[in-house]
């Protein structure tokens, strides 16, 4: 099958690997869709601990095979694969906390794929960049007539986005809330909030991002400007636009954070959420904090994908959320470097690949 490999020097697509069998509790699933977070862009570094790895964690496709104990799936089944892998049995599973999952939490990488007799690792608990996964049961939620690109979003871009906003910002009708980066979770943050009553500023470095913002719902648009310091800009953006009681910050760059930081009221929240690079820092103003106010992160925008993601297909489905407009080009898998040049030069909301060539 067809694979995206990344060799710590290059992704390069290879039709010479292979998958290893279906276990008890798992299924098959053949990828017909998967997005390009920038995430994945994170980890294409010389620096990342296992090589090679298939990188993807936004897959829709269809159920190929089931594994034994597997129930309430059948093959052809249309499907979007979550990240997520709790326990259920350790403290923080037990808590209702299964993003904070002790034993299977995070980027923990397995070897279900070989190139050339040379294992291959997987990223995320997914590996959307190839033809073929092998995922648990429990990752699956069902999309139905859901568009197998839109599908593909729900994974990350939607979940995170929306969830950003609505679970960990907690955002309430008549909130002002300011999002930083207006890209693929971006968009969800802003319009989880807008859907909910909320005022929206959108805020981005790139002057093409207006109308995607505004599309999705932000009232206001802050084109960035590099030449103030955090402090300036913070204070520029709460007297213009304040009281801001939450941003959501996700481009990960350290300016546009302590930026965040500095620009909400106080009692507000600053939900973190863009992946930043590996050993950076950003300073807290603790004098704001220290008199009320909440930083908060989690992965998958704190999303519970057992209580959200049904919710969230749901609202897909019906036009409560609007993710066919954040799709803005899908390329043949062979030319996902093409995707991902189009995803970092800015000109694209979510570039997704087509696995089926």
Not at 197 to 218: C, L, M, S, T, W
Request: one cysteine or more; glycine letters at 12%; charged letters at 20%.
């Amino acid at each position: 099958m067809k694979a995206a490999v990344w060799d710590g020097a290059s992704l390069f697509v290879s039709d010479r690997l292979t998958l290893r069998p279906v276990g008890p509790g798992e299924v098959r699933v053949r990828v017909l869709r998967s997005g390009i977070c920038h995430s994945d862009i994170a980890m294409m570094t010389p620096h990342l601990p296992i090589l090679p790895v298939v990188l993807g964690h936004e897959a829709a496709g269809e159920v190929a095979e089931i594994g034994p104990g597997v129930e309430g799936w059948a093959v052809g089944d249309r499907v979007t694969v979550g990240t997520q892998t709790p326990c259920g049995e350790c403290r923080e599973c037990l808590r209702g906390e299964p993003h904070n999952c002790d034993i299977n939490w995070g980027f923990a990488p397995g070897f279900p794929f070989l190139l050339d007799d040379r294992p291959v690792a997987s990223f995320a608990n997914v590996s959307s960049f190839a033809q073929e996964i092998v995922v648990k049961a429990s990752q699956l939620f069902a999309i139905d007539d859901l568009p197998m690109e839109q599908g593909a979003l729900i994974g990350c871009a939607v979940s995170t986005g929306v969830c950003a906003s609505r679970v960990l910002g907690r955002v309430r009708p008549d909130d002002r809330v300011l999002v930083f980066g207006v890209g693929g979770i971006g968009v969800n943050a802003i319009q989880g909030a807008a859907r909910l009553g909320a005022h929206v500023i959108a805020i981005d470095a790139n002057p093409a991002k207006e109308a995607a913002a505004r599309q999705f719902g932000a009232s206001d648009f802050v084109l960035a400007d590099p030449s103030l310091d955090a402090a300036a800009a913070g204070a520029l953006l709460a007297r213009d636009h304040g009281p801001i009681d939450v941003v959501v910050e996700c481009s990960g760059a350290i300016g546009a954070i302590e930026t965040a930081l500095r620009s909400i009221k106080r009692g507000g929240r600053v939900v973190l959420i863009g992946m930043s690079r590996p050993g950076s820092q950003a300073a807290l103003p603790l004098d704001r904090f220290v008199t009320g106010g909440e930083v908060i992160a989690t992965m998958n925008g704190g999303a519970i994908p057992d209580r959200d993601y049904p919710v969230l297909i749901d609202q897909v489905r019906d036009g409560r959320l609007n993710v066919a407009d954040q799709v803005s080009g899908i390329w043949p898998l062979d030319r996902i470097n093409d995707a991902i040049a189009a995803l970092k030069a800015g000109e694209v909301t979510r570039a997704l690949v087509n696995l089926t060539d």
